[in-house]
C-alpha cells in the first residue's frame, strides 16, 4: 500500500502543467556534498578554518578577499573543484523527466551556487541562480558590472592551510583582483545583473503557467531565500507545493505536502508513485 503523503505527492505532480524547483542547501548533500549549516559542519569541511576558528561567515566576504585574498580564494578555490568534480545524484535526473512531461516544462530556482543543475543536463535560460554561481567571476573593485567565466581557472589549493597557490585571478579589464559572481555575507558589491536576468526569464514564464506544482528540496528556514520565493510563487501565480526536507517537512495547508526525507530519497519514492500510476 502506497503511504498516503507519497500518493498525494504523486498526484500533485501529475496534475500539474509546470514544475518549478526550488532547492536549497540539502539538494547537494546527496551528491556528497557539505552544506555550511552551523560552525561544526563549515569546520568539519574546512579543518584548517576550524583551526584558526573562522566561520563560514567571515570567510565567505568581500572583507577575506580584501584582508587574506590567498585564503579566501583558497575557499573558494576548494569549493570550485569539488563541484567540478562532483557528479549530481539521481534525483536531477527525476526532476528533468518530470518536467519534459509537463506541457510547461520546468524552471529551477536554486541558492546554491555550484552549477549542480547544469552538470546534470539542465537549460542554462531555465534556471535562476539567486545567489550567484561560482562558476561565474567579477572584478572585486568592481570596475564594471561585467561578468566573465571561470573555465580557464584551474585551481591549485594547498588544502591543509586552505591557501591559493600561484598567481591569485584577477580582472582583465584592470587587473585588479578578482572574486566569484556570488552573494556573500556582508557583501554590497556583488555584481548580479546576469542573476537579474535570469530572474526576469522565470518570471516572463511563470507568467504563462498555470497549475504549477513547485517541488521544493533541502530549504531550511535558517537561510530563507528559497521559502520566500516559494511562498512568492504559489500567492501570485496558485499551485501547489511538495517540500522535502528531512528536517523541516511541515506545510501550511493541507493541500500541500511536506515529506520528512532528503532530496534524493524523497523523489525516489514520489517517482515509484508516478511510476504505478502509468
Ligand atoms: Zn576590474
Not at 528531512?246 to 500541500?256: C, F, I
Request: net charge neutral; proline share 6%.
Amino acid at each position: 500500500m502506497t503511504d498516503p503523503l507519497l500518493a498525494h505527492a504523486a498526484e500533485l505532480v501529475d496534475q500539474a502543467d509546470a514544475l518549478v524547483v526550488a532547492a536549497g542547501a540539502g539538494m547537494g548533500v546527496d551528491s556528497g556534498l557539505p552544506d555550511f549549516r552551523g560552525d561544526s559542519g563549515f569546520w568539519r569541511a574546512y579543518p584548517a578554518l576550524g583551526a584558526s576558528g573562522l566561520k563560514f561567515t567571515e570567510v565567505a566576504s568581500p572583507e577575506t578577499f580584501r584582508r587574506d585574498p590567498a585564503l579566501a580564494w583558497g575557499f573558494y578555490g576548494h569549493r570550485l573543484a569539488l563541484y567540478r568534480r562532483t557528479v549530481p545524484h539521481d534525483g536531477f535526473a527525476i526532476l528533468r523527466r518530470w518536467g519534459e512531461r509537463m506541457e510547461r516544462g520546468l524552471f529551477v530556482y536554486t541558492s546554491n551556487v555550484d552549477g549542480q543543475f547544469q552538470r546534470a543536463g539542465f537549460d542554462a535560460a531555465s534556471l535562476h541562480e539567486c545567489h550567484g554561481a561560482i562558476e561565474r567571476l567579477q572584478c572585486t573593485r568592481p570596475c564594471s558590472l561585467a561578468t566573465w567565466s571561470a573555465d580557464a581557472l584551474q585551481p591549485d589549493i594547498d588544502e591543509a592551510a586552505c591557501r591559493w597557490r600561484g598567481p591569485l585571478p584577477t580582472c582583465p579589464n584592470c587587473g585588479a583582483l578578482a572574486r566569484p559572481a556570488i552573494l556573500m555575507f556582508g557583501d554590497s558589491a556583488w555584481i548580479e545583473r546576469e542573476f537579474e536576468q535570469q530572474a526576469a526569464r522565470l518570471d516572463a514564464w511563470l507568467a504563462c503557467v498555470r497549475r504549477p506544482v513547485e517541488v521544493e528540496l533541502g530549504a531550511g528556514t535558517h537561510i530563507p531565500s528559497v521559502r520566500h520565493f516559494g511562498q512568492r510563487v504559489l500567492t501570485r501565480h496558485g499551485g501547489r507545493l511538495v517540500r522535502i526536507n528531512p528536517r523541516e517537512s511541515s506545510v501550511p495547508l493541507n493541500a500541500d505536502v511536506g515529506l520528512p526525507l532528503g532530496a534524493l530519497a524523497g523523489l525516489r519514492a514520489i517517482d515509484a508513485v508516478l511510476a504505478g500510476l502509468g
